[in-house]
């Protein structure tokens, strides 16, 4: 669920906007043409809150919206844009993936993570999202008992 939940904030918090120009007259799926030199900007920060395209909850953290039938499924990178789509996709996206499962799989499997109760838990509109008075959490250590119930040694 750490996994999930870490994606579904790259759905909400990124924040820096795209420029694409035009080379050649070219036409939006809608039909839109789109005249060579035209720049189209689109806002990755509001098309990850779009109730058109994440539903009525698109403004709820819900990490399960990325699992089908208990298995995680990612979403169209024309969807999803926090990592672009077709040509200019991002090649750094599987490594950030393996960085935020190995950070967060490390954090996770050896302590219990709580926000600290009553912080405040609000975004800084940047040039990158990030968090407004960082997030308090406490960690507290698991005990080896409760870390070597998850395993099977044979």
Known sequence: MA????IHLTKLVKKIDHTIQGVEDDMFPDGTLLKKGTKVIYAIY???RMESIWGKDCREFKPERWLRD???MSESAYKFTAFNGGPRFCLGKDFAYYQM???AASIIYRYHVKVVEDHPVVPKLALTLYMKHGLKVNL???HAAEIQKHFKFS
Not at 3 to 6: D, E, R, V, Y
Request: positive net charge.
């Open 46 to 48: 509001s098309m990850g």
């Open 101 to 103: 499962k190995y950070a």
């Open 3 to 6: 996994n999930l939940s870490n």
């Open 70 to 72: 208990g298995h995680f």
């Open 140 to 142: 507290h250590r698991r």
